[in-house]
């Protein structure tokens, strides 16, 4: 069947165009503003690398911040001296957490929760344990992975 | 009688001073006489605060009354920008 | 006379008389709940002394991590009537909050949002929320214990909203975490973005007031009421009360200075006791009511998302109240209004005494 007349104006088909062109620019022109506004995100570390001197005479029962990336890690000795390493943040919402010696558990002061010395989280709003690192010490350094991060250190 | 006042309220705030002087930082000046100056200000404040709003409505009343008594157009001649 | 010559070039080229009919037309009208219309001029005013306050500071402050919390300390200490100065932004806010908080319940109350006025509802709600953002960035720039604390969970619930939250949150942090970059991002919201979206939105609010007219309570509709021209009764009325205000707020500013703590430290633990600031009491309070577990999904993001819902339906309230809009008795949203509006009460009230 040909169409006496086209189901289209002219005009409506400028209108369209005009309307979609523009639409296009000004989403092209928007693109790089937003990537711009938009962070760049660094990612966790995978594993830190530590002087073992300074973190190996804490005494028992007791902790000491390292740098976790920008976050707060923890290195904590045990009653029975055993070196254990931690991420300091609450699950919760993320405030920094410390070790009550007392009472052998870890505090977050923000809504009052509680894990204890294996990070397992026992009262308060937290819904997951802390996460503890793995510790390995290899001459005089300490090292300290995410679990089941297999750590190749630069020689030299 | 007022310098009376004045130095009873002195006399509170040097102890009040004392009181709070263990902020880290000074939140305030922390000299007796800079701390009577202010305070001392501060009642100076509110007096023409007060003044001021009586004044106010002082104002207000007599619009009022000129409006009752159907002077609405009394502002007429009167331009807006002076 | 200089200003007659000023005066006639002036009217030479504009109608003043225009101007001058637009200001004798404009009449508020007198009734009981007539106090509520002070609201908004007051709100006026404060934000006024917020802009002013903040300028001041501004020329002072640098928003560096290392050193932001020495130059607040550097203007509350080293310069003249600096202590004054962040004193009086600090509590102006405070009172401008609150002062925002009553103007929008008292209008959800007396619905004064109806028909015509949707778009004053909204262009007033949305400041309601930029004013708290406002708080919330204003509040970090201090860089203190608890102010990042602070910040850190309240970034942190945001980035609980499903879908979006996790791009909130990197964006609002500039980063995965609250550092140095935040603290610029904080400041640029502050002081230019937050200003400007402000400026906007109370000249479209205001001019919408001015186009309207003052709402009239629905069951005072009918009747006869007697009218106050704005100008000169009711602007007298309102320097009264901005009066006040100020002299209210100098006293507070002088005699209760808001402290500085330590300087932020990101590996430092959180101090005891944080709580944020009061107008988060209602949100801070809805989150400690929610478990962290609920069916295998986290809590929190179920109560960040019904928090998110209440607010979108707060926002559209105008557009479901049909029967108010129709000049209609309208029960249902009388108790939505007394609800929301208790709920806010009650759990400010609870954050302050836990
Ligand atoms: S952030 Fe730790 S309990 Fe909430």
């Known amino acids: 069947m040909k169409l006496r007349w086209p189901s289209v104006t002219r005009r409506e088909f400028l209108n369209t165009l005009f309307t979609g062109w523009f639409i296009a620019f000004f989403a092209a022109c928007i693109y790089p503003l937003l990537k711009f506004i938009y962070p760049n995100l660094e990612k966790e570390p995978d594993f830190v690398i530590l002087n073992a001197k300074d973190f190996l005479e804490i005494p028992n029962n007791s902790t000491k911040p390292f740098p976790w990336g920008g976050k707060l890690g923890l290195i904590f000795k045990k009653d029975d001296g055993t070196i254990h390493a931690l991420k300091g943040v609450c699950t919760h919402m993320e405030c920094n957490i410390m070790y009550k010696p007392e009472e052998r558990k870890f505090y977050c002061p923000c809504h009052k929760g509680y894990f204890d010395q294996d990070g397992k989280n026992i009262s308060g709003p937290p819904p997951r344990p802390l996460e503890f690192f793995e510790v390995r010490i290899e001459n005089e350094k300490l090292i300290v992975s995410k679990k089941g991060v297999k750590v190749e250190i630069p020689k030299g | 009688m007022i310098h009376l006042l004045f130095f009873a309220i002195f006399i509170f705030f040097i102890f009040s001073t004392c009181l709070c002087a263990k902020d880290e930082v000074p939140l305030l000046p922390e000299r007796p006489i800079d701390r009577y100056i202010i305070y001392e200000c501060l009642i100076f404040f509110w007096i023409f605060i007060l003044a001021l709003i009586m004044v106010i409505r002082m104002k207000l009343k007599e619009t009022e009354r000129l409006q009752q008594m159907g002077f609405d157009e009394e502002e007429e001649d009167v331009p807006f920008i002076d | 006379m200089r200003f007659q010559r000023v005066k006639k070039w002036v009217l030479e080229r504009y109608d003043s008389e225009a101007l001058r009919g637009l200001i004798k037309k404009k009449y508020v009208p007198s009734h009981k709940y007539e106090i509520f219309y002070y609201m908004g001029g007051l709100a006026l005013f404060l934000f006024f002394i917020q802009f002013l306050t903040g300028f001041a500071l501004a020329l002072y402050y640098v928003p560096h991590p290392e050193q932001a919390n020495k130059y607040v300390v550097d203007i509350v200490t080293k ?84 879908i979006i939250g996790q791009y909130l949150k990197a ?76 002299g209210v707020l100098v006293t507070i500013s002088v005699l209760a200075p808001p402290e500085i703590g330590k300087k932020a430290d990101p590996y430092a633990p959180t101090p005891e ?35 998110t819902l209440a607010a979108i339906f707060f926002l559209a309230i105008p557009f479901f109240d049909r029967k108010s809009s129709r000049g209609e008795k309208s029960r249902t949203f009388t108790w939505v209004g007394v609800c929301y509006t208790v709920y806010f009460l009650v759990m400010t009230f609870l954050g302050f005494v836990t």
Not at chain 3, 94 to 117: A, D, E, M, N, W
């Open chain 3, 79 to 162: 310069l003249n009537f600096g202590w004054l100065f962040r004193s009086l932004h600090h509590w102006g806010a405070q009172i401008l909050i609150g002062v925002l908080f009553f103007h929008c319940f008292s209008t959800l109350l007396l619905k004064s949002y109806r028909k015509p006025r949707e778009l004053l509802w909204i262009t007033g709600t949305i400041l309601l929320g930029i004013s708290i953002f406002f708080g919330l960035s204003g509040y970090l720039l201090v860089w203190d214990e608890r102010a990042f604390a602070a910040v850190r969970v309240a970034t942190g619930g945001a980035g609980s909203i499903p």
């Open chain 3, 171 to 246: 964006f609002l942090r500039g980063g995965n975490d609250v550092t140095g970059e935040t603290l610029a991002r904080f400041y640029a919201f502050h002081v230019s973005i937050l200003p400007f979206l402000t400026m906007i939105l109370i000249s479209l609010h205001v001019l919408l007031v001015q186009y309207h007219g003052l709402s009239v309570p629905l069951f005072l509709e009918g009747e006869k009421l007697r009218k106050v021209p704005f100008f000169p009764n009711v602007l007298y009325k309102d320097f009264m009360i901005w009066l006040f205000v100020l």
């Open chain 3, 273 to 307: 006791g944080i709580k944020p600031e009061w107008y988060f009491y209602f949100l801070f309070q809805t989150l400690k009511f929610f478990p962290g577990e609920i069916f295998g999904l986290s809590g929190e993001t179920i109560a960040v998302s019904l928090i």
